[in-house]
């Protein structure tokens, strides 16, 4: 997540909100090529 990471000091609130930020901004091809990552599915 680079610079939209969640920080240890925020509340959670706020991390859940960088997160779903940070999906919600995701183009299809992006999205998938996460989901690739994640299920081991290579670059």
């Given amino acids: 997540m680079d610079n939209d990471k969640p920080e240890k ?3 959670l609130f706020t991390m859940y909100q960088r997160v779903i930020d940070y999906l919600v901004g995701m183009t299809d091809n ?3 090529f996460i989901a690739n990552q994640l299920n ?4």
């Fill in 40 to 43: 081991g599915m290579g670059e």
């Fill in 30 to 32: 992006f999205a998938k």
């Fill in 9 to 11: 000091d925020e509340s």
